[in-house]
């Protein structure tokens, strides 16, 4: 797997990461860009969008490494977190823009963001791949974590949209990614 | 606090799905870092959403990259790195320059000083040819010394002899300033004489010196005058007796008999 080779060479990028070593980033980007803006991608759906914040999240991964702390865990957990929250600080964003007057957001618009990420198909064929693995994962399971970490949804704003009480929706987050670490250990 | 139940209590996978409070959040790294069982377990969970980030991968177009570049600041790593060769390069230089001027320099020395040398190597010559020529005129002039003193010893011998006798010979009207000496000794034969001053003569002539010995003239041998003549010439003609002594000029080598009309000077000898 792609992820096994990076395991190795993490600390030495790092180190070259903190002199801002131009070779480093090169690396950095060749590594992980995919990761990310498949990430992005999948958060805001949108080609234009996701490249723009791509731009933003690595130049920000560049001016904050400082802040990364290695013993608080991997770089590409670190950085995949700095995308995420990018990206669905942005969604959010997007989505108060129109409907200024009313800031909080309604259970009307959260059905409609709902519906939108997830009636669209599925858009890139390098996700093909991702039914070997997945497709394993129960359907109720990956639909959660899509709509927590794609999504940005807190328990509360998962449980109202999938109707279920939070209880449930806490306890099968805990399931799905149980399961998710034994398909990746086999 | 009971650590198998907290991590069993599902807020680690919330927290690595994105999905926890400010305060759980910091609740979970407290924890962990106390912990390393939670550590393990979020590392665990942290690895399962990597790998299910990982699997949404796509590539991203290709021109975001120089986009990106654009907007960051490195540090130049690599020139450090290419630095220190010409710096090393710079070292190398100086110091083969200095041995090239060093070596130049020695070259340059060792010239001066050859030059050097054979100046002192010509000078020296020079002394040397200079010595030979004072040596060869000294040699000369200690063996005209040598010549002049066994002159002397044997003009000495002579007058030391017993029996030798000094006769003064004066010239007569055809050499007025005529003026000579006639060493004889009649024991051992032997006739010198010594020109003080006579007429300067031709080339092909002589003056001839005769004893005479009851009105006869014997020849008593020739001998010359003027500057390069010796002070005292030994005549090789053996005379035992003479009345008187006579001086004329002949034709070079002497005659067997004297032209009286060249006489120039005459003395008798006392008994």
């Given amino acids: 797997m792609k992820r096994q080779s990076s395991l190795v060479s993490e600390s030495v990028l790092i180190e070259k990461l903190t002199r801002r070593d131009e070779q480093a980033f090169h690396w950095l980007y060749d590594q992980y860009s995919p990761a990310l803006y498949g990430v992005v991608l999948r958060i805001v759906r949108d080609d234009e969008h996701a490249q723009d914040l791509v731009q933003d999240i690595f130049v920000k991964i560049w001016k904050n490494l400082d802040a990364y702390d290695a013993s608080k865990g991997r770089l590409f957990t670190w950085m995949l977190n700095v995308a995420r929250n990018t990206a669905i600080d942005a969604l959010r964003a997007r989505k108060t823009q129109p409907s200024q007057t009313n800031a909080i957001r309604t259970d009307e618009e959260n059905v409609h963001i709902v519906d939108r990420q997830h009636n669209t198909e599925q858009p890139n064929p390098e996700h093909i791949g991702i039914k070997d693995v997945v497709s394993q994962l129960r359907p109720e399971r990956r639909q959660l974590i899509d709509l927590v970490y794609f999504g940005g949804y807190t328990h509360e704003e998962a449980a109202d949209e999938l109707n279920l009480p939070l209880g449930t929706v806490k306890t099968r987050i805990r399931a799905a990614l149980q399961e998710l670490k034994q398909l990746f250990k086999s | ?271």
């Fill in chain 2, 1 to 271: 606090m009971n650590i198998p139940e907290y991590i069993a209590s599902g807020i680690l996978e919330s927290y690595v799905m994105g999905a926890v409070s400010d305060q759980e959040r910091r609740e979970v790294n407290c924890l962990s870092s106390i912990y390393p069982e939670v550590q393990q377990e979020l590392d665990q969970l942290s690895l399962s959403i990597e790998n299910y980030a990982l699997l949404h991968s796509v590539e991203p177009p290709a021109e975001l990259k120089s986009k990106i570049m654009a907007q960051l600041t490195f540090e130049k790593a690599a020139e450090p790195i290419i630095r220190p060769m010409p710096v090393d390069m710079s070292i190398d230089r100086p110091t083969f320059k200095t041995t090239w001027i060093v070596a130049a320099s020695i070259g340059l020395l060792l010239l001066a000083f050859s030059f050097y040398l054979l100046s002192q190597l010509r000078t020296n010559q020079d002394t040397v040819a200079q010595l030979q020529s004072s040596n060869s005129v000294l040699q000369k002039e200690v063996s005209q010394l040598k010549d002049n003193q066994s002159e002397s010893e044997q003009a000495l011998a002579l007058f030391r002899q017993h029996g030798t006798r000094t006769l003064e010979l004066k010239g007569n009207e055809k050499a007025p300033n005529g003026d000579m000496l006639v060493f004889w000794n009649a024991k051992t034969r032997q006739v010198a004489v010594e020109v003080r001053s006579l007429p300067h003569l031709n080339p092909d002539q002589q003056y001839q010196l005769w004893s005479l010995v009851g009105g006869k003239p014997v020849d008593a041998g020739v001998f010359d005058a003027g500057d390069t003549t010796k002070l005292l010439q030994q005549l090789n003609r053996p005379i035992d007796r003479a009345d008187a002594f006579a001086v004329t000029v002949e034709k070079r080598g002497g005659s067997p008999s004297p032209t009286l009309s060249t006489l120039l000077a005459m003395t008798t000898v006392d008994a």
